[in-house]
Each structure stands twice: as C-alpha cells, then as structure tokens.
C-alpha cells in the first residue's frame, strides 16, 4: 500500500482482557518496528522485525506482550490480560532497508484500558 | 543508554515568525543520526530532518533547520517563517550507526502553537 496501515485505530478493552493490533507496512519493507507511546510522551521502543525474524525485542514491557510477523509483512501486536498501564497509543514503523534509517509510521492505534 | 531531553513542554509562534525547539542527548557513541519528527492530531509521525553525527554541516530542509553541536551533545531546530500546519507535536531521536542501530531514542516533545 501508500502507507503503514494500522488497526483497529481505537480499542477500547476491560481489564483483563486479550487485545490484537496489526501493522500493514509498505509492501517490500524490510524492517518495521512498534512503539508504546502513552499520554504526553514520546514512544518508546518496543520490538524490531527483520522480515520475519524478531531481532530485538527487549522493549517489550512484560511476557504478557508478545509480536509476530509470521510472513514477513502483516505484524501483530498481542497484548494478553491488559492492565490500566497499557493504556497508550501504539505506533507501527516499517522502512525498506535494515535498521531504523528512513521509517515510515503509521497513525497508531489507541488502547484505552478501563 | 543513550538518553533524549526536550527541555521545553511548550513554545508558542506567531505566525511568520521564527521559534527554535531546544533537544539535547546523552551518549558515549561518536557515531550516529539524530532526527526530528513531527506529529500532528493524527498522530502519525512524519519526519521532519535528520542530521548525520560525521557530518559537520547543519542539515537543512525547505524552512527547518538545525543546529547541530556534537561536544555539547546538542541538537536545536529552527523552524523560520512559521505557517499554521506548523502546529503538531515535535520529537528529537537518536539513533546508533553502530549494531544497535535499529531503535529510535526519543524525547519527551515539544509541542508549538502557532498564532495567526
């Protein structure tokens, strides 16, 4: 596509319960990211696909966080028994060549966790 | 870890006039990229230049400009002849050339509002 796709855009969810976010990145993108940034403050790495491999995921805040890319495109973001804390809005990078040079963001999807 | 500091939460422009985003940083890498994006309601990030550390001249792009000092770790950007779409959210990033260069290190932002 022209540009990074994210969904759903808002999503709300109990506490508790399961989320899924998807990153479309640009077709051919090597590279995509995801960032948490939450209210009023500037995102914060959370994991980095080589196509389909998981080079680094050490921003992942806790084991209940987990990334997938399985096909090398489409990514998901799950979070399982969300918390008040992860209220934040997730943003998705991807960029054609390796490592986070010319990234391409997408608007993010917003999680509200009541 | 490197760190990122925008010192100022807010300034305010008026229109066609210039304002300068304050962005310092902390790291003990003598190579490396530094950035500013730019984030509107929207919400998405659209990068607005970005400064290679070798490189002693200051990047420059239409009406933003920077003002890069590497020994004081300091990465300002002016923003001349400010216009309304000016108005969003601006974050200051840093990056490794190194291994580790497949994050982005980002401040806390500055928002500016731009006065007509």
């Known amino acids: ?114 | 870890a490197q760190t990122v500091t925008q010192s100022q939460p807010e300034m305010s422009v008026q229109e066609a006039e210039t304002v300068t985003l304050s962005c310092t940083y902390d790291t003990s890498e003598s190579d490396y990229y530094l950035f500013w994006y730019k984030q509107p309601p929207s919400r998405q990030m659209i990068l607005v230049i970005r400064q290679e550390a070798y490189k002693q001249q200051n990047a420059t792009e239409n009406r933003f400009s920077v003002n890069f000092q590497k020994a004081a770790k300091s990465f300002s950007l002016k923003i001349s002849d400010s216009q309304l779409g000016d108005a969003a959210m601006y974050f200051c990033a840093y990056r490794s050339a190194g291994a580790a260069g497949n994050k982005l290190t980002f401040g806390g932002g500055t928002r500016v509002l731009v006065k007509p």
């Not at chain 1, 596509?1 to 479309?24: H, I, N, T």
């Not at chain 1, 990078?93 to 391409?104: K, M, R």
């Open chain 1, 1 to 114: 596509g022209a540009g990074v796709s994210q969904s759903p855009r808002y999503k709300v969810a109990k506490r508790g319960q399961d989320v899924a976010l998807r990153c479309d990145p640009i077709s051919g993108h090597v590279s995509l990211f995801w960032y948490q940034q939450a209210l009023g403050q500037g995102p914060e790495f959370l994991t980095y696909f080589q196509n389909e491999a998981q080079l680094d995921k050490s921003g992942l805040p806790s084991d209940r966080f987990f990334a997938e890319r399985p096909e090398g495109s489409v990514s998901t973001l799950k979070i399982q028994r969300t918390q008040q804390e992860d209220s934040a809005v997730y943003l998705c990078a991807s960029s054609l060549s390796t490592g986070a040079n010319v990234l391409t963001f997408g608007a993010g999807s917003r999680l509200t966790v009541l």
